[in-house]
């Protein structure tokens, strides 16, 4: 990329460009660089079209001005109750409670490093499983002398838990098996469980009407960014840009 940038024949200076690249952190000051080039062209673009529409800009700041600009050459009308309906029916999962699911487990301690002990624990864990499996009501028994968790108290139960709530390993195992016992030992990074689902809560589809504020705005924000999107493709193909070619890729144009 060159540092040689111009639209429409305005030079876009090359201490305009460092001075942008504050505003974009980035692993490497090349793409920072791409980053804020592409920014002030874009800047460059809208702060053209207002001029040439002749709109009044006096007393209003940068970010008002586009505001007015994008309101008058982007806009976008509020989505349909038809509309909103349409996307819920056809994506469910997004209004929905978060599934549950009820635990217990016993938790036999081991460093993530320490090979050997992870070894031994996974082996007792192995033992454990085996005598569940024969004898079910022993649980309690087994998580209140074996288990390095404070559920143990509570004959290892970790009542309901919804996803987030646990470490991915764990979260993985309990929200996948339906019911009892999971036939093999559970590795975290505490250590192994062995671990029983006493049930799981899927969760309920929410009501139309408790999600259709929320679901209203999300849609029109979704809308007033791809009008906005577009705009700014067709003020680029419209341009004269030197010194910076935009990606072909579909690239978003707006951060």
Known sequence: MSTDISVNGVAISEAAMLQEMQYFPSESQEDALNQA???LIVS????????ALAMETEGLSQDEV???LLQREAPVREPTTEECERFYRGHPEQFSSSPLVEAK?????AAPDDVKERSLKLEQA??????????PDQFA???QKFSACPSKEQGGSLGQLSRGQTVAEFEAAVFRHDHGLIASPVESRY????VWVERNIPGDLLPFSYVEEKLRSYLHELAERRAVVDYLHRLVEAAEIHGYRFA????????
């Open 248 to 255: 072909q890729d579909g690239s978003p144009l707006l951060q």
């Open 37 to 39: 080039a592409r920014a």
């Open 66 to 68: 586009i505001d007015r």
């Open 126 to 135: 192995k033992a454990l499983i085996e005598r569940l499996q024969s004898n």
């Open 105 to 109: 487990h016993i938790l036999l301690a």
């Open 191 to 194: 250590g192994v469980h062995v």
């Open 44 to 51: 460059e673009l809208l702060r053209q079209r207002a001029q």
């Open 141 to 143: 028994s087994l998580a």
